[in-house]
């Protein structure tokens, strides 16, 4: 098994089992959501209504509505496609190029930052679907045959490539999610007791059961999705760029874009996945999984990825300047000192200056400083492209169609709208879907453990009845498995023994017939053979389980011969105590 | 006689690699097993070949790339010769830069669903299909390792019952066929 460094902090906090790691993930969907939930889901629907209700207002009545004007004829509804597609980034990012750099850290956060990937997407396509005006006819983007002499769809727009990018970009990120999700639908499906549940569980799992061969091509579409998703997520948000650079507009039509606009998108992504996990982690009580250490690697890719932005910004003014061009040089003046200086100034603070303060260790291994910078950088990234957008247009070649932007009610009643929607999606998805990708997160218990670490792992019961403990095999422990496996060897008995043993052994714990028999495989450690056994020796309820102590369990040890030590180590007893109330 | 199941079942993915190649090297053969996640090295002790999805990707990959570079070649070069601010698309090879991103995006759409399709296909896991494990903890904490007797005909029953409790399993099961 891959050795992680002792000095690296551990991924997975305090001392968790496999069964743990379970339970603590398909607790929040096994049991009732908490009042907050309600709460919140309640807020988002009606802000989501709301929205629903402005898009729909604005389909009735036209582009009109918004507060687009002769100059300005781009603005919050392309500002919020970009903010959106841009916070979208995060979440492939993590899964597919921290997976192809083997960043066992990613396992934390992964699905849910996937799932803020596709419902961001959803929410940056509705933009685009909106701002065309007719969107009955939306299919015209398109290649498909149509009577109007055989028109084809412009493959020389970017805006096409962006048709392709984004729809490529949202159905392989929903498959690359999907096949994560099968494994840990089936793990939920297997706990499940309500049949409508079970059964729902049981569609969204495929039947999935976990077979060698399965997992093999599991690991391996996993590593090819991550390898061909990775250039996808650079590709979209540069031909999202492509959309701006490849125009004759000042402000716009620099070579910098593809890298400023990425590099931006993956600052943006990760702000909002800090914003959704601190909730997350905190309400979910998933702690143990999602850490300061995590907090802080984000921090850090918040915090380089902030920086290239700062120096992209930097750039873009020093090449306005360079270049001579006097409308290019008037179009960046004009953002850091004209009417609309106040967005530019909102821009460089929240985005240039704040994650610089990410240097300090203090501040980003601070959970409540983390929250509070990420919705500042949320807002600067907003703000970013409203800058790039709206004033570069606002004063064109033209001063005679020079123009002041301001919003309309329907601008902000979709944009707030679609923060409801996205809520909404989110609430459900954390209240339905495990969060973590359980399956990926126990493959790291052994080496990114606090426990394996340490040097004990899995706590009581981890050492086999072999004395192995799997992580490796040097010498001391050789000498382990002799000791125990002394101690543990059980003497033949003679038939009278035995007979002897059993008697005394039920004096003590009592009797019962076969036929008030409990299901002693509910037994953690008790299979269908062993509770043949059990039953063999006249155990058949829980009430006498309940009563063993250490010298039942030898007497059962001697009766049974299979599990030496193993009755006491699992604790049956209290096991049983537990099942006789339920 | 019957066809017997055993499933050993451990509750520690390197206790039932241990006990896997234990059972291997005396020659007996393991028919599946079940976990709850990847047991890395497994494969190679029970005989479970390389998958060969990633070829196919390749494979679903070129067709996207040879698809898109078709379409495009028809829609914008030979059915409707679309002129662009007066520079009109001559030959595909001329214009070919502004066709990269389509074909690029359309090459990634083919190979991933593609992938996901067969992988889905391959595995019999698709919607409404009923799951397969022999017991509900395989998906938890539970390792489960399926040997047939009518595989391993050279031991009897018996023997490979004293085999596999001689592994690190924590229960054991049997079934019938």
Redesign the interface.
Known sequence: MHKESAIREPLILGDKTFKQITDDVCRPIENQAPRGWYILITIATVIALYGVGCILYLIGEGIGTWGLNNAVDWAWDITNFVWWVGIGHAGTLISAVLLLFRQKWRMAVNRSAEAMTIFAVIMAAIFPGIHMGRIWVSYWVLPLPNQFGSLWVNFNSPLLWDVFAISTYFSVSLVFWYIGLIPDFATIRDRMTKPLTKKIYGLLSFGWSGRAKHWNRFEIVSLVLAGIATPLVFSVHSIVSFDFATSVIPGWHTTIFPPYFVAGAVFSGFAMVQTLMLIVRKVMHLEAYIHTKHIEYMNIVIMVTGSIVGVAYLTELFMAWYSGVEYESYAFLNRATGPMAWAYWVMMTCNVISPQLMWVKKWRRSLTFTFILSIVVNIGMWFERFVIIVTSLYRGHMPASWAYFYPTWVDVGVFVGTIGIFTVLYLLYARYFPVLAISEVKTILKSSGENYKDGFGAGEGYYGADGSHGHDHHESHDEVVENTKHEETVAELSEEEIAKNKSTLLDRIGTAEASEADDLKQISGVGPVLEKTLNSIGIFKFEQVSKMTSEEYNLLDSLTKSFPGRAERDNWAAQATELMTK | MADKIIYA?Y?????LL?GARMLVSKGVHVN?????????G??DV?G?R??R??IA?FLY?LTGLMLATL??KY??ID??M?N?GGKP?FSYLE?LP??I??T???T??C???G??IT??L????????????PD??????MFVMEIRTAENTKYSADDLQSMV?ST?I?????KTV
Do not use: C, Q
């Open positions: 079942m509750d520690d993915d390197d206790k241990d599946e097993v079940f976990s709850p996640m990847p047991i890395h497994l494969d029970i479970v390389h998958t999805l990633g990707s990959g379409g495009m829609f914008m059915d409707w679309m662009i698309s214009n502004a066709f991103p389509i690029f995006e359309f990634v759409l190979a991933a669903h992938m996901a992988y889905l391959r595995n019999k896991t698709l919607p409404g299909m009923p799951a397969s494990n509900p903890r395989t998906t938890d904490d409790k690190a924590v229960e054991l099961d049997e």
